[in-house]
C-alpha cells in the first residue's frame, strides 16, 4: 500500500530503447527534414522548462535491454507498494506481452496497434487470448481515419466479446510541434461508438486533456465511459475560465461520482520511474474534498480492478 491506500497505476508506458520520431511521418513527408527538426529543437526546450517546473530529472541516455526496463520497474512497484501497473504501450504487442507475462504479478498489458490496420480485429484477439493482454490502447489524434468510421466496428466488436477496457486518447498529442487540431481529438466522435457497444468499458484519460465538458457530456449519455486521472493534467493552464486539478476532480466527482475515475500516473522514463508526487497531489485532492475512504479505494484501485477483472 502506498500512504495506506492501494494503488493501481493505470496509465502507464513501458520504455522502449532508441530515439523518438521527432515529428510524425506525414509531417517530415509534407515539409521536410528541417523543418522537422525545428520543432524537435524547440520541443526539447518546452519539455526541459516542463520538468524544471515539475522538479523531476533529465531522461537517462543510457539504453537499455527490455530484461533492464523490466527489473528498474519492479523495483518501483515494489519501492512504491504498488498492486499492479497498467503499461498501455510497449514497442508492439509481442514485445510488451514478452515483459508482462515473465512478471505476471506486477504488471499488465495493453494491445495498442491501429484499430484501422490490416486484420486489426484478428490483432485484437490474439492478443487477448494468445498473449494475454488485458485491454485496449488508441491514440486517437493518430489515426487518420474518424474513430466512429465503421472500419472500425470488427474491432469494437472483439473488444466487446471480450468485454476488455478500451483507452483512447484524446486532446493535444506530443507537445510542442504536436498535434491539436484533429479529426479525432474531441472525445464525442466515440459517442455513437460508446452507446453501440455497450460491454466495452472506454476509457479517456487525462480528464478529457483539454475536453472535460465534452467528456462529461459523453459519459452523462453512456455509463460505459469512463476516465483517468494520468500525468501532470498541465493542460488546464490553457483553460478558460481558469481551473485547476482540484477543480477537475470537483466537478468530475459531482457529476459521476467516484465510481467512474480511476489513477495513474503516465509514468514511463528513467531515472523519474514511479511519479509519486502526482499520486500525493491527487491524494490530497481527494483528501481536501472528503471523498470518502471508499471512494478513494475506488479511484486509485477498485475500478480498474474490477475492470481488469483482478
Not at 74 to 84: N, P
Not at 263 to 276: A, I, K, L
Amino acid at each position: 500500500m502506498l500512504s495506506g491506500v492501494r494503488v493501481i497505476d493505470m496509465h502507464a508506458h513501458f520504455p522502449v530503447a532508441g530515439p523518438r520520431l521527432a515529428a510524425p511521418v506525414d509531417y517530415v513527408e509534407r515539409f521536410g527534414e528541417e523543418k522537422a527538426q525545428i520543432l524537435a529543437e524547440r520541443k526539447a526546450q518546452v519539455q526541459k522548462r516542463w520538468r524544471k517546473m515539475y522538479g523531476l530529472p533529465e531522461p537517462e541516455t543510457e539504453q537499455r535491454t527490455p530484461e533492464e526496463f523490466a527489473q528498474k520497474w519492479i523495483e518501483e512497484v515494489d519501492r512504491w507498494g504498488l498492486e499492479k501497473i497498467v503499461f498501455l504501450t510497449g514497442g508492439g504487442n509481442d514485445a510488451l506481452a514478452e515483459v508482462v507475462q515473465r512478471y505476471p504479478e506486477k504488471f499488465i498489458g495493453f494491445a495498442h496497434h491501429s484499430p484501422f490496420g490490416e486484420g486489426a480485429a484478428e490483432e485484437l484477439e490474439r492478443a487477448i487470448t494468445k498473449l494475454g493482454m488485458k485491454g485496449y490502447k488508441v491514440l486517437g489524434p493518430r489515426e487518420s481515419t474518424p474513430l466512429d468510421s465503421e472500419d472500425a466496428y470488427p474491432v469494437w466488436e472483439v473488444a466487446n466479446h471480450y468485454k476488455i477496457p478500451v483507452l483512447i486518447h484524446f486532446g493535444p498529442l506530443g507537445g510542442v510541434g504536436g498535434v491539436a487540431n484533429h479529426i479525432n481529438i474531441n472525445p464525442l466522435i466515440i459517442h455513437d461508438v460508446a452507446k453501440g457497444f455497450p460491454d466495452i468499458p472506454f476509457i479517456i484519460p487525462h480528464f478529457g486533456c483539454g475536453y472535460p465538458t465534452q467528456l462529461l457530456q459523453l459519459m452523462w449519455s453512456a455509463e460505459n465511459v469512463y476516465t483517468d486521472t494520468s500525468g501532470s493534467n498541465e493542460w488546464v493552464r490553457w483553460m478558460m475560465p481558469d481551473m485547476n486539478l482540484e477543480d477537475l476532480f470537483a466537478k468530475f466527482l459531482q457529476v459521476v461520482g467516484p465510481d467512474r475515475i480511476m489513477f495513474g500516473t503516465d509514468s514511463s522514463w528513467f531515472p523519474r520511474g514511479f511519479v509519486v508526487s502526482y499520486f500525493e497531489e491527487q491524494l490530497r485532492i481527494c483528501r481536501r474534498l472528503n471523498v470518502s475512504d471508499e471512494g478513494v479505494d475506488k479511484i486509485f484501485y477498485a475500478n480498474a480492478a474490477r475492470l481488469l477483472k483482478i
